[in-house]
């Protein structure tokens, strides 16, 4: 298999990374622009490598099981705890996310990438508004017993 093979699969991920991460960097996450491009185009070379590795065996599962696990340990990363709230779960959902589009991307199923980041960009940025309408966010419900009080 000739390495220009691999050119789709990591500038996918890379532009899936770019789409999330962009609307993350514009709403001043921790994880912007290029954290999330770079969890995707790793946890694609990582799938892309494992594929080549295994040569049709049935480790090639073996290494995307690790990518998920380092991921996770990348999202812990992200939330922080204080005053009793916790603060980074989308952030850290948006990490553990990227890298399974990355693993799509790598694995070649490009519609499963794409459809996936364009459902993340909907609940991002079209859930964010449902949630400020309805209410739901940081302290809503401990500022209503304050006040109710």
């Known amino acids: ?20 991460g962009l609307e993350r960097q514009l709403k001043h996450k921790a994880a912007g622009l290029r954290t999330n491009i770079l969890i995707c185009l790793g946890a694609a070379v990582f799938t892309i490598i494992s594929e080549r590795m295994a040569g049709g065996q049935d ?14 340990f990348l999202g812990a990363g992200a939330v922080i705890q204080d005053r009793g709230g916790i603060h980074g779960l989308t952030t850290a959902a948006t990490i553990w996310l990227m890298a399974s589009i990355g693993m799509a991307c790598g694995a070649r199923f490009y519609g499963l990438a794409i459809f996936s980041t364009i459902l993340a960009l909907v609940v991002l940025v079209g859930l964010g508004q449902v949630d400020k309408y309805i209410g739901v966010g940081r302290d809503n419900g401990r500022k209503k017993e304050i006040n109710s009080q």
Do not use: E, F, K, N
């Open 1 to 20: 298999m000739d390495w220009t093979s691999d050119i789709v699969p990591v500038l996918l991920a890379v532009g899936c990374g770019t789409v999330i």
């Open 59 to 72: 480790s090639i599962t073996r290494i995307a099981a690790q990518i998920v696990t380092g991921v996770g």
